[in-house]
T-cell receptor, first 115, second 117 residues
Framework: AQTVTQSQPEMSVQEAETVTLSCTYDTSESDYYLFWYKQPPSRQMILVIRQEAYKQQNATENRFSVNFQKAAKSFSLKISDSQLGDAAMYFCAYRSAGGAQKLVFGQGTRLTINP | NAGVTQTPKFQVLKTGQSMTLQCAQDMNHEYMSWYRQDPGMGLRLIHYSVGAGITDQGEVPNGYNVSRSTTEDFPLRLLSAAPSQTSVYFC????????????????FGQGTRLTVV
């Protein structure tokens, strides 16, 4: 079974600085998808960014980018120019491209932005 | 565009009571699932469905029941509530993932905070 590990329960960063959240996963599959979700205090789950494993190019969405290392099974999220609104719980998630296609989540990282 | 509608948002149950969490989506997604979120454990899969009439167990299925009679609806039933089921519950839907597709992310309801006393 696939597993996702986020080793940083909490992170903090100064406003306008850059922060990187770590995520590793374990799988024997070659085709899959990876996601970062944001959960603000409102509890809503919001997609931040996604990466298809068959793409070598790292995904970017405005101030958010990933460092996808397929061989190392690593999928970190970099947030540039951090803003107060970025404060939230962040979840890394894995989804198979075949089979049951379950979405598996990491434990989450709580990000605090210091003004 | 409603997306995923999940009700209720809050619920308090007494031990042994039963209830149904409702989930509906209007995106014609084949795949629907239920998760529970507990501190320090992320979201854990309870049950999922790959289409109407097809359901299967996830990681933590005990004490929960599901059915999928239509593409749109995927209710979660707590048969006899226990304090260990105190949690935040999320319903999610997505299209079936296939190699080459990019829009395979899950869309989530707003969650239900359930307390069992």
């Amino acid at each position: 079974a696939q597993t996702v590990t986020q080793s940083q329960p909490e992170m903090s960063v100064q406003e306008a600085e850059t922060v990187t959240l770590s995520c590793t996963y374990d799988t024997s599959e070659s085709d899959y998808y990876l996601f970062w979700y944001k959960q603000p205090p409102s509890r809503q789950m919001i997609l931040v960014i996604r990466q298809e494993a068959y793409k070598q190019q790292n995904a970017t969405e405005n101030r958010f980018s990933v460092n996808f290392q397929k061989a190392a099974k690593s999928f970190s999220l970099k947030i540039s120019d951090s803003q107060l609104g970025d404060a939230a719980m962040y979840f890394c998630a894995y989804r198979s491209a075949g089979g049951a296609q379950k979405l598996v989540f990491g434990q989450g990282t709580r990000l605090t932005i210091n003004p | 565009n409603a997306g995923v509608t999940q009700t209720p948002k809050f619920q308090v149950l007494k031990t042994g009571q039963s209830m149904t969490l409702q989930c509906a989506q209007d995106m014609n997604h084949e795949y629907m699932s239920w998760y529970r979120q507990d501190p320090g454990m992320g979201l854990r899969l309870i049950h999922y469905s790959v289409g109407a009439g097809i359901t299967d167990q996830g990681e933590v299925p005990n004490g929960y029941n599901v059915s999928r009679s239509t593409t749109e609806d995927f209710p979660l039933r707590l048969l006899s509530a226990a304090p260990s089921q105190t949690s935040v519950y999320f319903c999610a839907s997505s299209r079936t993932a296939s190699l080459g597709y990019t829009d395979t992310e899950a869309f989530f309801g707003q969650g239900t905070r359930l307390t069992v006393v």
